[in-house]
């Protein structure tokens, strides 16, 4: 249902109306809780609500899969599921199914969550569920079955600055207000001069959260995975995907990875025509795996792999920095693979991308911030695959089959494109 927050908030009139989905138990998620309740109190003038949660004592409605059993299913729910569940995209999407799950305990935890969503909306009479972004596999099911119940769902997520909230679901632009041009002339001055967002962090910091995230990764496997999870039977999210997720999960790993990204600016050698950056994206996470459309490029490392492949074969020089906040905590035999490739220099995590624009013309992007900064630039931008913002953003094989090509954009064309994207926000204190 393509229908924008706009349009169906006149059919809001009480608490009835919405529910509120909490992706996370009161500990960590008080960010977006906060920021969730405080958007409906100033949107709808609504401050008391049904809440909605995976784990226990943290919503009115406790998502508990465990308490499902695939005999309690009726022919009918199979209809439903048939109908609405595109079993094999919910398992390539979801990073636990494809790590490390088979596909016949993967489809078991769907049917059975299918199921609770089938039961709950045929009871629960919302017009409206508010939460974050689709993000796993419970809120992607939980989207679909909404919305064969005519529910609508739309996430707030951060967005590059942290006065703007994002309104999507799996990142489609929601168009919910209109922009004004000094907004768009600012929004793109602050891309331009690369403004400290969100996303930035010290070196420090970053070396910080290396150790951080190996002591945290160690006691999530045995408090949330092993006693929760295998001991207790408990089937929340965040316990049975720990292995999953980004985290420094090996000093080997660690150590080896490190030897990686060690070329400095100094080290570009770049004829700018045949050159091209790729910075790399946080993965996995739901702004690949649910804001691609294809589901054959979602799961990010096959089809990198074969596009820089395909770059190098067309003799582009290809430098691909890695996301800071990922730094060796990325899976070597990953970046092997495409390190490896002819032609690929890695660069050091820590290089601006202030700097980065001084030696090329030319990015590929998937999403990101660093394609806006590069047309804030007015240099070339290429999308790998279709993003939240890419309609305008030519194909890779434009760059392939026309090296000499310089960038097209023109400060009109450019304010289309962040007019487009801020129609989808909300500003913030």
């Not at 006691?219 to 295998?230: A, D, E, G, R, V």
């Not at 001991?231 to 985290?247: C, N, P, R, T």
Request: some cysteine; charged content about 25%.
């Amino acid at each position: 249902m393509n229908v924008s927050l706009r349009d169906i908030k006149k059919d809001i009139n009480s608490s009835e109306d919405i529910l509120v989905f909490f992706r996370k138990n009161k500990l960590g998620g008080k960010y977006y809780r906060d920021l969730i309740k405080k958007y409906i109190s100033d949107e709808f003038g609504i401050n008391s609500f049904t809440t909605i949660s995976e784990y226990d004592n943290s919503g009115d409605i406790h998502i508990n899969l465990k308490n499902i059993c695939i005999q309690d299913l009726k022919h009918e729910d199979y209809k439903i599921i048939d109908e609405v569940i595109d079993i094999n995209d919910v398992i390539i999407r979801e990073r636990y199914f494809r790590s490390g799950l088979d596909y016949y305990k993967a489809h078991k935890l769907i049917i059975k969550c299918s199921k609770f969503f089938i039961d709950l909306f045929k009871e629960k009479k919302c017009k409206l569920i508010i939460g974050q972004p689709v993000d796993n596999y419970v809120m992607d099911i939980m989207t679909r079955i909404a919305a064969y119940y005519n529910i609508y769902y739309y996430g707030l997520c951060k967005f590059i600055y942290s006065d703007y909230v994002r309104i999507t679901t799996k990142g489609e632009i929601n168009k919910i207000r209109e922009v004004n041009d000094e907004e768009i002339i600012k929004f793109k001055n602050r891309l331009s001069i690369f403004n400290k967002n969100i996303f930035y962090n010290s070196k420090f910091n970053i070396y910080k959260s290396i150790i951080a995230s190996y002591i945290k990764y160690k006691l999530k496997c045995i408090y949330h995975y092993f006693i929760l999870h295998k001991l207790l039977g408990k089937l929340e999210y965040d316990f049975i995907s720990v292995s999953a997720q980004v985290y420094n999960k090996s000093i080997i790993n660690t150590l080896k990875t490190s030897i990686l990204f060690n070329n400095r600016i100094n080290d570009i050698k770049t004829n700018k025509q045949k050159s091209i950056y790729i910075p790399l994206h946080y993965f996995p996470e739901g702004t690949t795996e649910y804001w691609i459309k294809d589901s054959n490029k979602c799961t990010y490392y096959p089809y990198l792999t074969r596009v820089v492949n395909r770059l190098s074969k067309h003799g582009f020089n290809i430098y691909i920095k890695e996301h800071p906040a990922q730094y060796l905590k990325r899976d070597y035999k990953y970046l092997k693979d495409i390190g490896e490739i002819k032609n690929v220099v890695l660069l050091s995590p820590f290089i601006n991308t202030s700097e980065i624009v001084k030696y090329f013309n030319n990015v590929l992007i998937w999403n990101g911030t660093t394609g806006l900064e590069f047309l804030a630039k007015k240099l070339n931008v290429y999308k790998a695959c279709d993003g939240y913002y890419t309609e305008e953003i030519p194909c890779i094989d434009d760059l392939i089959y026309s090296t000499e090509k310089t960038s097209e954009w023109d400060d009109s064309k450019i304010n289309i494109v962040i007019s487009n994207i801020l129609s989808g926000t909300t500003k913030c204190e």
